[in-house]
């Protein structure tokens, strides 16, 4: 079997250790632990369209509030039909909150081809503009469907994402981005990156290899998006408006781009911050705003964006004469 | 059709203070080529020493409006010169999207600061200018809405005069076209950026007051909206382009207050968008843009 395989099954069986017995553990790190999981998923999708693709999204909320949408839908309408009035097995449970998830992966990554298609043919901050556009019509589009609860959004969603769920679905972000990029076919969306001209004179369609990485990482918003919707139990437009967006972006950016553990990293120190500022509660956003101007001055290439191999050469080196 | 005209009134008004916002946008995009997130709380920062000035002149005179109105372009002036100074400028020489996460973290710095020193419930803005209602043949036209066009105006003539008709707008328009053959012929570049952040907050914080005129209710967190629907505008009428940011800012000033009067009132903040879109598919570099082949 694959290394990489090895290592994502390996991760699932952990997770699936850690999560049951996640009663032991505290509920307010649990929680952090799963926003943490959520805001990777986040941010690791996106990195492979920002990131490794070179284009530049702004409308990553958009999507996952599709998913968080559909899943919810799934659960809260579906769910009692299916599973009964008890509520159903826990195993039951698992398959349609899978099944529920999986739907709200594609929904989103449908609405990622819907936008995908017209506005790639733009660049750089038109991209940026047009996919934040799309982001703020979704969410417009929400707030005025009183089927999904209008402005005040849907409640009352079960209970059913755990540490398990979220980190099962981290790995297989990472697993899928990872090896995406580095396979054969892959290097195109890195030549996409480098140089459009250039990858298009030597025959590489563009065009195609953007698409994929938005449709791609528009499924794993999506996916996000359920899981956010089962942690937080309710949904509202504005929770997925622009600034969340926002969020998403400085993960990537402050990682590296294209730098998947960079980004990982990024991911958990931006979500952890907040709460290690909540003592000071007035200051936390200011504090915030100011850490990330003096990050970017202090490290323009990110935060967390190391050579890692040469470091783990090195290191390699070090530890050889030893022990011979 | 006095409904008509009188939405046209409206729509005119809103696209002036939109225009005012999305030239600042637009000519640091020119300069830059990056998008300034912090203009839009530049835009509130106006509307704030507006407040604070306005409240200690008398109420309802056409010089108190003029002197607040000049306070704020001054303090915005300074205050975005600061902020390229201090903070764009060290990253100059690095990829745009690091400036474009500064810009960002800037531009939440503004608002929270906003909200620890201001608060963030809202403030009424005093009625600096004399506030009354014209009546024409029908049409109601308040004297606010007179202000904002007219002073909208006078100052887009200005700047249009400052850019094509002074030597530093001349180097502005060469920066903007090639910034390091502009180097080469002499011009001192950093004069240039700084002098274009100068004009470009200076107006959002006219604009911060004349948007507070209309919607006498401010806070900290006022300028995303109307941050985000000016550089939709300065996208619409091709970013960089300083006639074309007017133009879509009027547009969309327009197309949104039609939209507001009508049944579809509630998809208002979607609408602004869908028109981008809509123009961006058929003109990808915005209406008076020009599109550019990439040389290699």
Not at chain 2, 87 to 106: D, E, H, K
Request: net charge positive.
């Amino acid at each position: 079997m694959p290394k990489p395989l090895i290592a994502l099954l390996a991760t699932v069986l952990l997770t699936f250790g850690v999560s049951s017995y996640s009663d032991r553990i505290d509920p307010y790190y649990l929680d952090v632990m799963t926003g943490v999981g959520i805001n990777v998923i986040l941010a690791v999708s996106l990195n492979l369209v920002n990131g490794y693709t070179g284009q530049f999204s702004l409308g990553h909320a958009g999507f996952m509030s599709v998913g968080a949408y559909l899943s919810a839908g799934i659960t809260l309408l579906l769910g009692p039909r299916l599973l009964g009035e008890a509520g159903g097995t826990a195993l039951q449970q698992g398959l349609l909150f899978l099944a529920a998830l999986v739907v709200g992966g594609l929904g989103a990554a449908a609405a990622g081809l819907a936008v995908g298609i017209p506005s790639l043919r733009l660049k750089g901050d038109y991209l940026a503009l047009v996919t934040l556009g799309f982001g703020e019509i979704i969410r417009v589009a929400f707030q005025n469907i009183d089927a999904l609860g209008g402005a005040l959004g849907l409640n009352g969603i079960p209970n059913y994402t755990t540490i398990f769920w979220v980190y099962s679905f981290a790995a297989l972000t990472v697993f899928t981005v990872v090896c995406l990029v580095r396979s054969t076919y892959g290097r195109g969306f890195i030549a996409t990156h480098d140089d459009e001209v250039a990858s298009e004179a030597v025959g590489l369609n563009t065009t195609r290899y953007k698409i994929v990485a938005f449709v791609v990482g528009a499924f794993f918003a999506g996916v996000a998006g359920g899981l956010y919707g089962h942690f937080k139990l309710t949904i509202t437009p504005t929770g997925f408006d622009f600034t969340k967006s926002i969020e998403i972006v400085v993960m990537v950016i402050l990682g590296g781009m294209g730098n998947t553990p960079g980004v990982i990293f990024a991911a958990i120190l931006l979500t952890i911050l907040p709460e290690v500022l909540r003592s000071m509660e007035q200051y936390r956003m200011v504090l915030y705003s100011l850490l990330l101007i003096v990050l970017m001055l202090a490290r323009p290439k990110g935060l967390f964006n190391f050579d890692y191999v040469a470091i783990a050469a090195r290191l390699w080196k070090k530890l050889r004469p030893a022990r011979s | 059709m006095s409904e008509f005209l009188q939405q046209l009134i409206n729509g005119l008004s809103l696209g002036a203070i939109y225009a005012l916002i999305a030239l600042g946008y637009t000519m640091v995009y020119g300069v830059l080529r990056f998008i300034n997130f912090a203009h839009s709380d530049v835009f509130m920062v106006g509307a704030f020493i507006g407040y604070f000035v306005g409240r200690h002149l008398p109420e309802g005179t056409v010089w108190a409006g003029l002197i607040a109105m000049a306070a704020a372009m001054a303090g915005c002036a300074i205050l975005g010169i600061g902020i390229e100074r201090l903070v764009y400028r060290p990253l100059r020489s690095g990829p745009t999207l690091n400036v474009l996460i500064t810009a960002i973290g800037m531009s939440l710095f503004l608002e929270y600061t906003g909200q620890l020193v201001f608060g963030a419930t809202p403030r009424a803005f005093p009625s600096i200018f004399p506030a009354k209602l014209i009546q024409v043949r029908g049409l109601i036209v308040s004297m606010n809405q007179v202000i904002v066009i007219v002073v909208a105006a006078l100052l887009m003539v200005g700047l249009q005069f400052a850019v094509f008709k002074t030597k530093i707008g001349t180097a502005m328009r060469a920066v903007a076209l090639n910034p390091k053959a502009a180097q080469l012929v002499g011009i001192n570049i950093d004069v240039v950026i700084s002098f274009t952040f100068g004009i470009g907050s200076a107006l959002a914080g006219a604009g911060g007051v004349l948007y507070a005129l209309n919607y006498p209710s401010i806070d900290p967190l006022m300028g995303l909206v109307p941050g985000l629907k000016a550089f939709v505008a300065a996208v619409l009428g091709g970013v960089g382009n300083i006639p074309g940011a007017t133009l879509g800012a009027l547009i969309l000033g327009m197309v949104e207050t039609f939209v507001d009067g009508s049944r579809w009132s509630t998809y208002k903040d979607a609408i602004a968008f869908a028109t981008l879109i809509g123009i961006l598919l058929f003109r990808p570099a915005g209406l008076l843009g020009r599109f550019t082949a990439e040389k290699v």
